[in-house]
């Protein structure tokens, strides 16, 4: 591979990750969205973030795993600390904090 080539393959790269998100912005700048459309749209980061999640703490080696877990215990301090706190950097030091601490018993 030459560095043009790699040039080329970055600038693609580029190009493809770009029009997904600015198409979007672009067309609905424009137009008004309707309200349903909104209140729909309220709820699919949460969905999204929900789904990667729980499938990152109960799935492992595509297998379900519920029975001596330590991330399902983290999360559940990390849930704690978010209600209580409303801080996302404290529940993400939390996360990090309680799994590193419970895979070390």
Known sequence: MNEWYLLLLVISLFVVAYIPRVFPMLY?????????????????????????????????????????NIKIVAMLFVAGVAYKTRSMALSVITGLASVFLLSML
């Open 28 to 68: 609905f700048t424009h137009r008004k969205v309707p309200k349903w459309f909104s209140e729909w749209m309220k709820y699919v980061p949460v969905a999204l973030f929900a789904a990667l999640a729980f499938k990152d703490v109960f799935i492992t080696h595509e297998h379900l795993d519920i029975a001596w």
